[in-house]
């Protein structure tokens, strides 16, 4: 009686081991096959984040190009007209939304405004399967460094997969910088009808003057080299017209020769730009070794290192 229910003991024994191995089977199997169909879902999902960080760099990209053809617009707009911008923001700004200067189309805007990256970020996402919606809330135009415009739009965005598998909702801001090398300056277009034109370059130079050696100098005011000057305007400021000090200013030597070469008569006064294109008659110096008709006012004796050489 005893080796029967040993028996029956063992019987059960492994009928148990056999639905547990069973059981661990079956886990182990369903375990191996939804890790096996969460794969597409995780590479999709991570090729909808590459998208949307992708996007958003092209978009800073794009601000850049729409921000450079803006300025390129309006300062043919200056030239053309005659006359200084009334707000270089709101202008800059209404040129990269809606591709005009005071209602007017800017030819160069043409397929650049903000408004037609739209259609370009949807032919985007439909080649990834997706839908892709975006508003502009607001866009701003600032200056925080001599060389640079500063141009940032908040923008509301909506991704989501066509399959609805994911989607993104998010708010965010996207910046970029426009160099104004290389852009000419509106107080000499209008200063001189047009006649005279200085297209804003960095200086190269690091010192102007050593000891009574002023090639440098020369140089830098032969080729109307601009350095940063918090008592100047800004080029903002510069698009307006206005001449008072900028923390954020530029400023340049004028070198007179090129205007009397365009028959236009000179005044006997500081050749920095701000200064020479102003009203303002603050007291100025000749220098030594430089042409008798250059002059500079006692507030840049320092700044160009000649204060010195005043004759």
């Not at 250059?294 to 050489?309: K, N, P, Q, S, T």
Request: with cysteine.
């Amino acid at each position: 009686m005893a080796l029967k229910i040993l028996k029956n003991k063992k019987a059960m024994f492994f009928t148990v081991l056999a639905i547990s191995l069973l059981s661990l089977f079956i886990l182990s199997y369903s375990i191996y096959s939804s890790v096996q169909d969460r794969g597409p879902i995780t590479k999709r999902i991570e090729g909808m984040n590459n998208f949307v960080f992708s996007l958003e760099r092209d978009m800073s990209r794009q601000m850049y190009i729409s921000g450079y053809r803006a300025l390129l617009g309006l300062q043919n707009h200056i030239t053309s007209e005659g006359v200084f911008l009334t707000d270089s923001e709101q202008a800059i700004k209404e040129a990269i939304i809606n591709g005009t200067i005071n209602g007017n189309s800017i030819p160069l805007m043409e397929g650049y405004k903000l408004e037609d990256l739209n259609s370009k970020i949807s032919e985007l996402g439909d080649k990834m399967n997706l839908l892709v919606e975006y508003s502009i809330k607001e866009v701003t135009v600032s200056q925080d460094d001599p060389w640079n415009i500063k141009i940032e739009i908040l923008v509301d965005s909506y991704i989501k997969d066509k399959g609805d598998l994911a989607f993104w909702n998010r708010t965010n801001v996207i910046s970029s910088k426009v160099e104004i090398f290389g852009f000419e300056d509106p107080l000499y277009l209008i200063n001189t009808n047009g006649h005279v034109t200085n297209k804003i370059n960095k200086t190269i130079y690091e010192n102007f003057v050593d000891g009574e050696d002023v090639s440098n100098l020369s140089s830098h005011v032969e080729n109307s080299y601009y350095i940063n000057s918090s008592s100047a305007p800004s080029f903002l400021d510069r698009l307006e017209g206005k001449t008072t000090a900028n923390e954020n200013g530029i400023e340049s030597l004028v070198y007179l020769p090129e205007l009397s070469a365009q028959e236009i008569e000179t005044k006997d006064k500081s050749c920095v730009d701000y200064i020479y294109f102003s009203d303002d008659t603050p007291e100025d110096n000749g220098i030594q070794e430089m042409p008798s008709w250059f002059r500079i006012d006692d507030a840049h004796l320092d700044d160009y290192g000649v204060e010195g050489l005043v004759i």
